[in-house]
């Protein structure tokens, strides 16, 4: 009797192991719909053949309406359409969306998020140097998707990144970006460039507030992840834009309005203007912070 327990014991837990690292692909069966396209190696044309299959097998999906267990692939054609809104902008090459599909395809749901992930990535940022808005996200939009809090997490939430980073990347070329409140009324105008880095914090900080306020709930097992992914976008961009310092170890600016710091021997910030200080003591932040750190 012991034996059967064990055995049905491990093979629950191997079967557990296996459903959270099931591909995107896999989980949303976008393969039936992709039977024509496989052969394709322009992302453009993939999309054309996607969408055409869609339209002709599972039409709900394109009406933006689609039964309850085609939510996934619903979410997977909406982020088809973002990248390629992004190529046909020219924000990203054909070739480049055509490599993000397959690794997005790849992908898998991971439940737990590396240790330090916010200094990792700080670590492998390339941006860090660029105090201007145009060649910081244009370099920011080219990295985010090798970032763990975005590759590890579920479609919903890699669709809701890419949104909101098209939104971004829209005022690289001075293009404006109108911010509305709840019930879609105009709250704020965004102009191009010069606006570029407060849009980017704005909306960075109003998603993490609003995932904070949703973290209770059971229906988006992301939420942590994505908080991590805002709090870490944040961070960049604010050193980025060198109204935050970083220093390791017991080292610590001695100016600045204000410092987290997650433990005694971690990394340490400073800043060097109080409405930088203002964000990143807002609660959600504080809560990624510390998770993107231990």
């Known amino acids: 009797m012991k034996k059967i327990f064990t055995y049905l014991f491990t093979f629950i837990f191997f079967f557990n192991q296996i459903s959270y690292s099931e591909s995107i692909k896999s989980s949303t069966n976008v393969d039936k719909y992709l039977i024509s396209c496989n052969k394709l190696d322009d992302f453009k044309k993939l999309y054309s053949?996607?969408?055409?299959n869609l339209s002709n097998k599972n039409l709900s999906i394109i009406l933006n309406n689609p039964k309850k267990k085609d939510k996934d692939l619903q979410n997977l054609f909406l982020l088809a359409q973002l990248l390629f809104y992004s190529v046909d902008k020219n924000l990203i090459s054909n070739k480049k969306a055509y490599k993000e599909w397959n690794t997005i395809l790849e992908s898998a749901y991971k439940k737990k998020i590396k240790k330090k992930e916010i200094e990792e990535a700080?670590?492998?940022?390339?941006?860090?140097?660029?105090?201007?808005?145009?060649?910081?996200?244009?370099?920011?939009?080219?990295?985010?998707?090798?970032?763990?809090?975005?590759k590890n997490t579920n479609i919903e939430t890699k669709r809701?990144?890419?949104g909101i980073m098209i939104n971004v990347i829209n005022l690289k070329d001075g293009g404006d970006v109108f911010l509305l409140d709840k019930k879609d009324n105009f709250e704020e105008l965004f102009q191009g460039q010069k606006d570029g880095f407060n849009f980017f914090l704005t909306m960075m900080n109003g998603l993490g507030t609003d995932f904070y306020k949703k973290r209770?709930?059971?229906?988006?097992?992301?939420y942590e992840?994505?908080?991590?992914f805002i709090a870490t976008s944040i961070i960049i961009s604010l050193i980025a834009k060198k109204v935050l310092?970083?220093?390791?170890?017991?080292?610590?600016?001695?100016?600045?309005?204000?410092n987290i710091n997650p433990s005694s021997s971690g990394t340490k910030y400073s800043f060097s203007s109080q409405t930088s200080a203002n964000i990143?003591?807002?609660?959600?932040f504080r809560y990624a912070y510390r998770y993107g750190f231990y």
Request: proline residues 3%; glycine residues 4%; hydrophobic residues 30%.
């Open 225 to 228: 992840k994505i908080m991590l």
């Open 216 to 222: 209770k709930f059971k229906d988006d097992l992301d």
């Open 245 to 258: 310092a970083k220093s390791i170890g017991s080292k610590s600016s001695s100016t600045g309005s204000a």
């Open 122 to 150: 700080l670590n492998n940022s390339n941006c860090l140097n660029t105090t201007e808005f145009d060649p910081f996200i244009s370099c920011f939009y080219g990295e985010f998707r090798n970032m763990n809090a975005y």
């Open 160 to 162: 809701r990144i890419e």
């Open 49 to 52: 053949c996607l969408y055409k």
């Open 280 to 284: 990143v003591q807002k609660p959600w």
